[in-house]
């Protein structure tokens, strides 16, 4: 099975935020409680029942005013912590790229929550399990784009073969950001989210440096590190 | 729109001003990425940096209803900087016409004002006529009588400093604007206007739009793919409504409501309203085809076809002035669809106040609204409203068949896709229950008065109409037979055809083309075969400027039409907007402004206030006008009450302006938890200078201040919002959306409850835009 993948082109997202209420739908997730606290992102941050959330930076230094927008969801990546840190064996990843969490098989060990470099994972505290972004896993296998995807009006969001989106969005960089970046071909051994960053990814709030094999090292040693810990790896 | 969402993807150079098109209408804002991708420069001009402007090229910062002195200054650097597309304002505009003689502007207002009455006498806004009546004309632009030359005059006093003294727009910025935008003059180059509510609520809204109008006859851009005034309707269906006669001044397709004063009888409506030349001489056979489908059998030549029993309207029926007559307790019954004016409507402590001097009540709505419960709201006691309210639910439009009608005209079908909820029935239903309750109540009565109810030709089934039927008599259709016409060409003005609206004639002639879903594959993006534009299905209007007077294309790449020589008739991308068959060199072949009487777009065009844009400040302004003065729009009467009072700069020195959210439609998505958890809470928007010198931090509640009322809400400290420095002054802004109200899941406090109740001098919209306000930290 061909690796597919999202490409979101943060140069076209309007931050119009339809992904996120487009996921909640899909997923029967339920409306935070919320209160604006002085930024229009809101939830504030992503949770067991948020699993894609559209993030705004506001700057002012260098080139004018900036607003940023960026989706944030789960990457899927293919060196996937949350997989290999698991006890429980609740983590499943799909030839087709999705890293998805089987809530009958978690037990709110919290592993995953600790080691994501991009903090995604996150425990319900009412059903004391984790919880992210499957990727629409139900959806892509019967030939359906995620929902997000579905619903993005203004061209941000594709679905596609992963090859294919990774040239595309390279094209785009060389037409139109001189100094842009595309992430994701090979952080975390390649993601399954790939962005079209038309500056450094710092200034959306994205790790830089998770493309090498220092990558690899720290991530051995959290798993090491779990495995020594005084809770140890359940057992059944 | 003059053209269309698609047709946006086409420009070199957009220019949106008034409008926050990524929050309000994100899924145009794909075109706009499209013509982008392809080059093109986006500009947004508006008082905030929104979403939009994160999107845009340039964000040009504008002070809150200066729009006028903003556009007259590209006006002035068009002409100045010789940007002008010549060939095309000699041709196609009334720029070359001479003015009387004794036309001239003074001291911030037009020749002929008479103070007393505030209004004006527009003797001298005439053209020269020759002895064939035709306006005397220079095609040199050179004559000191002209147009082009009285419009040069007028905005020469508009210079780039003046500009950034009056907008508080930095030269800079201005000059690096008008560079780009006035560069699509240049032939072979398009540029479009986007607007909305933010170009019309104002006092002087009608006049902003026509600061649209004659920067694009100058440069030349009406009539083009990529070109064009584009208005971004608020809803799927707000040009729907328009189309049918929505607006208290119009009758469906533009027809003109009838007044006591103007019209008593169908000779003198017929007289006042068919213009001597242009399209309009049709209107008797759009008029006589409409009353024939209202009355039928009834409507016939020995009575005017009914003409009597249309009411007639006398004073201001406008939306303000209904407010004041409920308050005033002269209306005593009310019915809103779709609309709630008790958090919508300007100065809403007022409007509240007067549902409770009415009789009765009826709200058709989703979810119950702050209109429905007015008797509830805070700091009223429900003993003492007398006003009776029927709260009837509405179907949601999955729930009901028909048409929409979108900004570009598109006529479009929507299926039924499941049954209402409960007790919940269409519009459509409502309506036709109504009128066929009245009519039973009415057998038998022999009075006069209620002819026109019995009368009514009325056929649309039981219970839930048949839209089919709708259709057809809005495609108008013969009386005889009761085929439909093939459009509005085919209608009289006998009885022998009924026309629901003439505008809209073609769209069901053999088929309902509304549901055509045919998907161009190459061109210009016109989509002929997907749904049905009105009129005739024509995509871009005016679009025989889209070529040179010799019929040859401005831009061979992107044609609309061209002359076709050999064949003798126009070809292109679209629907000719004219006599397909009518040469370049034909008498009237170069009058693309069909709508006009003399077929030429309109530099130099009446309106209440003159027939050029002036600028003059808002109701409510922090400073005084620096242009003349003229302090205010002089036309404008401003009803004074003690609920209607007008703030000074001295107590309420900040600048407040309101708008929409992309997560929120009106109040009623308060009700939607997905909705609610984006945008959570009233808020205002606040600058970071001037949450420093209130003392407000980010995310703590504050309270805003107008002479009409004050509200609480969370502060939104941004480096979005900035102060103006105008003519060496500081002026702080604030920004508020309007969408809370106090019921709902997310309750809070209605920006409305802030704004004044005074509207534009040609139109009555309420000036939402621009008043003053203060601030101050804590509830």
Redesign the interface.
């Known amino acids: 099975m061909a690796e597919m993948a999202i490409l979101i082109d943060v140069s ?1 997202c ?5 992904c ?2 487009a996921c ?2 899909w997923n029967q997730l ?11 992102q ?2 504030p941050e992503l949770s067991a029942t948020t699993w894609t959330l559209v993030q705004f930076r ?1 700057s ?1 230094d260098g080139n004018g ?5 960026r989706k944030a969801q789960c990457m899927h990546c293919t060196d996937a912590i949350c997989h290999a840190v698991c006890p429980n064996d609740a983590v499943t990843k799909y030839p087709e790229g999705n890293v998805v969490i089987n809530p009958e098989r978690c037990q709110g060990c919290l592993r995953c929550v600790e080691s994501c470099p991009f903090q995604v994972p996150q425990l319900n505290p009412a059903t004391k399990k984790t919880a992210k972004c499957r990727g629409c896993v139900d959806r892509v296998m019967n030939g359906l784009p995620p929902a997000c995807v579905k619903t993005c ?3 941000a969001l594709r679905y596609g073969l992963r090859a294919r989106l990774l040239r595309e969005a390279r094209a785009r960089r060389d037409r ?1 950001f001189p100094s842009g970046v595309v992430y994701g071909e090979r952080e975390m051994g390649g993601l399954h989210v790939l962005y079209l960053l038309p500056d450094r990814p710092a200034l959306y709030g994205l790790p830089e440096g998770l493309a090498g094999s220092a990558v690899l090292g720290a991530t051995l040693a959290r798993v090491t590190r779990f495995a020594l810990s005084p809770r140890g790896w359940p057992r059944k | 729109m003059t053209n269309h969402w698609i047709d946006i993807g086409n420009s070199d150079a957009i220019l949106i001003i008034g409008s926050n098109v ?2 309000t209408h ?2 145009a ?2 075109w706009i ?1 499209a013509a982008q ?1 392809r080059g093109a420069t986006v500009i947004h001009v508006d008082p905030r ?1 929104t ?5 845009a090229d340039i ?1 040009c910062a504008l002070r809150p209803g200066t729009d006028i002195a903003f556009m007259g200054g590209l006006i002035r650097f068009a002409i100045e900087e010789n940007l002008v597309n010549r060939e095309y304002v000699a041709a196609y505009t009334n720029g070359p016409y001479l003015v009387h003689p004794g036309f001239g502007f003074k001291d911030g207002l037009f020749s002929g004002f008479d103070e007393a009455n505030r209004r004006y006498d527009r003797t001298t806004w005439a053209f020269q006529r020759g002895p064939d009546g035709q306006p005397l004309a220079d095609p040199a632009l050179q004559h000191p009588h002209c147009v082009f030359q009285h419009l040069r005059r007028h905005y020469a006093r508009y210079t780039p400093d003046m500009v950034a003294a009056v907008t508080g727009v930095p030269r800079e910025t201005f000059l690096k604007v008008a560079r780009l935008f006035c560069a699509t003059g240049a032939p072979g180059k398009a540029g479009t206007i986007l607007y909305a509510m933010g170009t019309t609520h104002h006092t002087v809204g009608s006049q902003n739009v026509r600061c649209h109008t004659i920067l694009q006859l100058l440069l030349g851009n009406m009539g083009l793919a990529g070109g064009g005034i584009n208005a971004l309707r608020g809803h799927a269906n707000v040009q729907g409504s328009t189309d049918f006669g929505l607006l208290y001044g119009s009758l469906p397709g533009y027809l003109a409501l009838p007044r006591q004063q103007d019209h008593p009888t169908l000779a003198s409506y017929l007289e006042k309203e068919t213009p001597k030349g242009g399209f309009g001489v049709n209107n008797p056979k759009f008029f006589i085809s409409l009353l024939k489908a209202w009355w039928g059998d009834k409507a016939v030549k020995d009575n005017d076809f009914c003409y009597d029993y249309l009411p007639k309207v006398s004073g201001d029926c406008s939306y303000p002035a209904m407010f004041e007559a409920m308050l005033a307790g002269k209306l005593k019954g009310l019915i809103v669809i779709g609309q709630n004016p008790a958090i919508s409507g300007a100065n809403v402590g007022m409007e509240r106040k007067a549902l409770g001097e009415l009789d009765w009540l009826v709200v058709r709505d989703l979810f119950p609204t702050e209109t429905a419960s007015f008797w509830n709201a805070p700091g009223v006691d429900p003993t003492a409203i007398k006003t009776e309210v029927f709260l009837t639910p509405a179907s949601t439009y999955l729930e009901k068949d028909g048409s929409v009608t979108n900004s570009g005209r598109w006529i479009q079908w929507r299926y039924r896709v499941t049954e209402p909820l409960g007790a919940a029935r269409s519009d459509g239903w409502f309506i036709n229950n109504l009128v066929l309750r009245l009519k039973r109540l009415y057998v038998g009565s022999l009075q006069g008065k209620d002819r026109p109810v019995l009368d009514l030709h009325w056929g649309y089934g039981e219970d839930r109409p048949d839209v089919d039927r709708i259709a057809r008599e809005v495609n108008g259709y013969y009386w005889v037979d009761r085929k439909q016409v093939r459009n509005f060409t085919a209608l009289k003005d006998d009885g022998s055809t009924a026309c629901g609206n003439w505008i809209m004639s073609g769209f069901y002639f053999e088929e309902n083309r509304a549901k055509a879903r045919k998907v161009e594959l190459e061109g210009i993006g016109a989509h002929l075969g997907w749904a049905y534009a009105w009129p005739l299905n024509r995509r871009i209007l005016y679009n025989r400027a889209s070529a040179r007077p010799t019929g040859e294309p401005w831009d061979p790449d992107r044609i609309v039409m061209r002359w076709d020589p050999v064949a003798g008739r126009w070809v292109g991308n679209d629907i000719p907007d004219f006599r397909a068959d009518l040469a370049p060199s034909a008498p009237g072949g170069q009058n693309p402004f069909i709508m006009r009487p003399d077929g030429k777009g309109a530099l130099f065009a009446p309106l209440a206030e003159g027939p050029f844009p002036e600028h003059y400040e808002p109701f409510e302004s922090p400073v005084s006008n620096l242009l003349s003065k003229v302090q205010r729009n002089p036309l404008v009467r401003l009803k004074v009450a003690d609920w209607n009072t007008l703030g000074d700069a001295k107590q309420f020195p900040i600048v407040a302006t309101t708008y929409r959210l ?2 929120h439609h009106h109040a009623t998505t308060r009700y ?10 009233m ?1 205002v928007e606040i600058g970071r200078e001037l949450a420093e010198e209130k003392g407000i931090k ?2 703590e509640v504050c309270t805003v201040v107008s002479a009409r009322g004050q509200i609480r809400a ?7 919002l900035k102060p103006y420095t105008l003519d060496g002054r500081t002026v702080h802004q604030v920004g508020l959306p309007w969408h809370w109200g106090f019921i709902g899941i997310s309750r809070g406090d209605s920006a409305n409850l802030l704004t004044p109740h005074v509207g534009d001098a040609n139109t009555q919209i309420p000036e939402f835009k621009a008043f003053l306000c203060d601030i101050r930290r804590g509830g």
Not at chain 2, 51 to 55: C, E, I, Q, V
Not at chain 2, 676 to 681: Q, S
Request: proline content about 6%; some cysteine; glycine content about 6%.
């Open positions: 076209r309007t931050a119009c935020r339809a996120q209420v909640k739908e339920p409306g935070e409680a919320t209160t604006f606290a002085g930024s229009y809101n939830p506001e002012a005013l900036q607003w940023r927008f009006t203004s061209g139109h | 990524a929050e994100p899924i804002f794909k990425a991708d940096f979403r939009t402007s994160a999107k964000h992309a997560e939607l938890t997905w909705l609610v958890e984006m945008m959570p809470n808020f980010n995310g969370v502060a939104c400290v941004t480096d979005r």
